[in-house]
């Protein structure tokens, strides 16, 4: 099932917004079942938020979390730092791995 087949379709332009406005990532890249094409309704949208830090990547991720608390679907923010995506991108096992393989990019600063 595409991501366009399921609720997350109904709420990831918001959540896209919303993370745009309030932090100023780099990129938004979906990733897993929704980016793959075989999420099921109850699937969470796995969003993996490219972005400078400063202090905590958990804490940040939390924040955006608030931010989206609202949106009435499962969901899953994960933040890392443009030099550790560069480097994690091809690293079997970390979460960069799956975002830059079988990723969408929803977001990216111009």
Known sequence: MSVTDTPAALWLDDMVH???D???PDRIILFGSHARGDAIPESDVDLLVVMPVAGSRRRLAVEIGVALADVPIPKDVVVTTPEDFAWRK?????V???AAHEGRVLYANP
């Open 96 to 98: 960069e791995y799956p």
């Open 18 to 20: 919303r993370i745009v």
């Open 90 to 94: 091809d690293v079997t096992g970390t």
């Open 22 to 24: 309030g932090f100023h």
